[in-house]
């Protein structure tokens, strides 16, 4: 007999019909021995429709009034699946997230869960009754009770934490797909199913776009080391598996809140060569990754900033001693990428340049509690900065920040950031060559990773957003402390940022060396961002604030391209085929994400699907 949460999406509990079948399921389930809380969101799209109405009335609704509104959609399906179970003769009570005591910060819209109250579940649980929660919704630890909702998607969220409170066995995210897939079968037909997925895997996906979970579902999963599927409502196949390392203990309470920084990691083996003014065309990066692969090059950070011009500016690091080799390879190959396209006159090739950089060290902070915490890389910023440290090169995911630092400063910044985000002691892996510091610091996992690529496909799954903005900061003073300003002032204005870029290129203005800045944002918070930098810039003295809302961001994700050379050259391959630009890139170590126009995004997801091979035979029809 085990305790089991279950959690029905929208689609599942469309209409009196689908909620029957649930009942059934729920009741089979329950006849085979377990004890069961069932976590139900609103009827099919019920919340958007109340989203709707509001924004016919203001197109700037009260964030309390929405959680109002929106929390009224999951109480409807609670109540008519409780009846459903009584039809069927199974005890049953549904329950809001206030009568369970699901107790959230009072940050409405988005509020994360401090701690689940179980005595009133385990009560009803005795008595042999299915629990009906109502998901996405949670109850403020002030005094005046205040409704709160997760964020959109956050049923998710709602049953592994309820699995976590309860120390369930297991919790089954019951939806309208057969499971996990390789990328969106609404886009992508031909997108096959995983058997399972590692955490580190899905909370890049879930946070780059996939929707099928809602990341923070996957954080406390891996936080608390929940055993979680992802299964079709419609059939009985075993779906698809989310695989969490074993956790380390932790507190129930503050449950989402925890500490958001789980080690300070850093990589001193690192070298930087950049490409400076190369020309802004589809198929540069393809030729110059594909030629570095060739080389059998293994590059880790790969970035490529936006610019005004023609040119961009692509960086990337590899291991110390690969450094002579990748520079000859950029070298040789910068005629190629310079020349001319019949009726361009540009004088590409007198400007382009190599420049390489020996002395650096990646430190990387990392933990999957900073999710849609954007104070926590600005903190890594803020505290690289006051310790006099110039950040060269950034490159972000959901669950890690890296900077590319000098070389001389690591010491100093892996002792403040430890200091920083309280990091006592992280495993150290032994014979790796690499310092480990009274600190118990960990070397980065690129630099010690077992070759998981013999067990995994370098790519497991491609994600698209097109729900992002692109931010260019133009003309940033390059000097400390900028980057930690700049993201200080988007973080208290709860913008969440990814793909921060700096452009290699630095450019002399009033006597002032500047650098642009570049980030995505979610695309509703576009316009709040862009006038919060300008603001500040006469202040802060940088330039420009430009936002663009026509992109898409396509990434691959897999944890078999560490150590994997030729994967990135793959990608940007696809992309050059369909005559796609790249307008900016960011990596992390399991993920590749290229910037792309918004009107190329389903072609360029649908073209790197194909080109890792990731289609399978069998097409997955979405019910509507
Ligand atoms: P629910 O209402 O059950 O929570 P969602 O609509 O939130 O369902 O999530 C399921 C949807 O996620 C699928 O219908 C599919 O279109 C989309 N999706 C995006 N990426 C993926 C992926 N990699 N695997 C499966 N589904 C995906
Ligand atoms: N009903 C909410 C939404 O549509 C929560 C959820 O379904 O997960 O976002
Ligand atoms: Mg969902």
């Known amino acids: 007999m085990a305790l089991i949460v279950q959690k029905y999406g929208g689609t599942s509990v469309g209409s009196v019909e689908r909620i029957q079948a649930v009942a059934q399921r729920v009741f089979r389930t329950v006849k085979a021995g377990n004890s069961l809380v069932v976590v139900v969101s609103a009827m099919g799209k019920t919340t958007d429709g109340l989203v709707k109405l509001a924004n016919e009335i203001t197109s700037n609704p009260s964030r309390r009034e929405m959680d109002m509104l929106l929390s009224t959609g999951e109480q409807v399906s609670i109540a008519l699946l409780s009846m459903a179970l009584h039809r069927l003769g199974q005890p049953a009570i549904s329950l809001t997230g206030a009568q369970v005591g699901i107790v959230t910060e009072a940050e409405h819209t988005r509020a994360r869960i401090l701690r689940i109250e179980t005595d009133r579940l385990n009560r009803h649980l005795q008595k042999g009754e299915v629990v009906v929660v109502a998901g996405f919704q949670g109850i403020s630890a002030t005094d005046d009770l205040e409704i709160t909702t997760l964020g959109r998607g956050g049923s998710d969220t709602s049953a592994v934490a309820l699995a976590a409170a309860l120390q369930a066995d297991f919790c089954e995210i019951y939806t309208d797909v057969p499971g996990i897939l390789t990328t969106d079968p609404r886009l992508v037909p031909d997108a096959q199913l995983m058997t399972e997925i590692t955490s580190d895997e899905m909370l890049e996906l879930a946070s780059l776009g996939a929707k099928v979970l809602h990341p923070r579902a996957v954080e406390i999963a891996r936080n608390y080391g929940i055993p979680l599927v992802v299964r079709s409502s419609w059939t009985d196949d075993p779906g698809t598996w989310v695989i969490s390392p074993p956790p380390k203990p932790r507190p129930l309470e503050g449950l989402e809140l925890v500490r958001p920084v789980d080690a300070v990691e850093f990589d001193t083996d690192q070298a930087k060569v950049s490409l400076l003014r190369v020309p802004d065309r589809p198929g540069v990066a393809a030729r110059l990754f594909g030629e570095i692969a060739s080389q059998d090059l293994d590059v880790d950070l790969i970035i490529q900033s936006i610019h005004e011009g023609n040119s961009n500016d692509i960086a990337f690091t590899v291991t110390k001693d690969s450094l002579n080799k990748a520079e000859a390879v950029a070298n040789a190959i910068i005629p190629a990428l310079c020349k001319p396209l019949l009726g361009e006159s540009i004088p590409a090739l007198d400007a382009a340049e190599v420049m390489v950089e020996q002395q650096i060290a990646k430190v990387t902070i990392s933990g999957a509690g900073m999710i849609g915490r954007p104070g926590v890389a600005a903190q890594m910023f803020s505290t690289l900065a006051d310790a006099g440290i110039n950040i060269q090169m950034i490159s972000t995911s959901e669950v890690k920040v890296s900077c590319v630092i000098a070389q001389e400063d690591c010491d100093r910044a892996i002792a403040v950031l430890c200091e920083a985000f309280e990091v006592t002691s992280s495993p150290v892996s032994e014979g790796t060559g690499y310092r480990a510091t009274e600190l118990d610091i960990a070397p980065s996992a690129s630099a010690v990773s077992s070759a998981p690529a013999a067990l995994h496909p370098p790519v497991r799954g491609v994600a698209l957003d097109l729900k992002q903005a692109r931010l260019a900061i133009r003309q940033v003073p390059d000097r400390p402390g900028m980057a930690a300003k700049i993201f200080k002032l988007l973080a ?133």
């Open 492 to 624: 208290d204005q709860n913008i969440s940022v990814d793909m921060i870029i700096q452009s290699q290129r630095c450019r002399v203005v009033n006597g002032m060396t500047t650098r642009d800045i570049a980030c995505t944002v979610a695309q509703m918070d576009g316009e709040l961002a862009r006038l919060a930098l300008e603001k500040a810039a006469s202040e802060l003295g940088y330039g420009e604030v430009l936002v663009d809302a026509a992109i898409a961001k396509v990434s691959i994700v897999g944890s078999g391209m560490v150590g994997q050379p030729g994967v990135a050259a793959r990608m940007f391959t696809a992309l050059a085929e369909q005559h796609i630009n790249i307008q900016m890139i960011a990596t992390s170590e399991i993920k590749i994400s290229c910037l792309v126009a918004e009107d190329d995004g389903v072609r360029a997801l649908q073209a790197i699907h194909a080109a890792f091979g990731l289609s399978g035979s069998q097409k997955i029809q979405v019910p509507a």
